[in-house]
């Protein structure tokens, strides 16, 4: 009986001794597993922050962008002789500078109305002539043979305070089929 009792009593001890373990490590488990989880949230926190904080950066920090100016100086009235086509800001800015023979200014866009090609001034034949499919244009930018559908654009030209002529892209005087843009636009023409 007493052997009995001590081996109640015996299995009892080593069932908590046990259960003592089996709690410790349960315990030891659920903390390395709350720290596992501590640790991603913090790295999530973390990664969540340095990706806003790189987009907030870069909101003040724009790239840069190497697009020629809209608004350009391109020199005195003096420097255009009547009756000229100046090609000298077309591969900067798609522009050429037109003097008439009156003596009023124009600033076109150097871009057939075709298909978008470029466009070279002819001065033996006083016409500009595309490279692409032979759209040829008058000096004003109307368009007189080939499958240009319209004149050319022109944008604004006026006298800067300094005195120089500026060009600004912004303002934009699109050619009309079969219209010449010195009537249609007469706002286009700076008279110098
Ligand atoms: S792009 Fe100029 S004629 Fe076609």
Redesign the pocket.
């Known amino acids: 009986m007493q052997d009995d009792k001590e081996l109640v009593t015996g299995h009892h001890g080593e069932a908590a001794t046990h259960g003592t373990a089996h709690a410790a490590a349960g315990q030891a488990e659920s903390d390395s597993r709350r720290q596992f989880l501590n640790r991603v949230g913090w790295g999530s926190l973390i990664g969540f922050l340095a990706i806003n904080g790189a987009a907030f950066l870069r909101f003040f920090y724009p790239r840069v962008l190497f697009e020629p100016a809209s608004r350009f100086k391109v020199g005195f009235p003096a420097d255009y002789p009547p009756g000229t086509v100046n090609s000298q800001y077309q591969k900067e800015f798609g522009t050429w500078i037109i003097r008439l023979q009156d003596g009023s200014f124009f600033a076109m866009e150097s871009k057939?109305t075709?298909?978008?090609?470029t466009?070279s001034w002819m001065e033996s034949q006083k016409k500009f002539k595309?490279p692409?499919?032979?759209?040829g244009y008058y000096i004003t930018g109307l368009n007189f043979e080939?499958?240009?559908p319209r004149a050319m654009d022109r944008f604004k030209i006026s006298i800067a305070e300094d005195g120089q002529l500026q060009v600004d892209k912004t303002i934009k005087y699109p050619g009309i089929p079969g219209k010449e843009s010195n009537e249609v636009y007469p706002q286009s023409l700076l008279r110098a």
């Open positions: 057939c075709h298909l978008g090609c466009p595309c692409c499919h032979g759209s080939g499958p240009a």
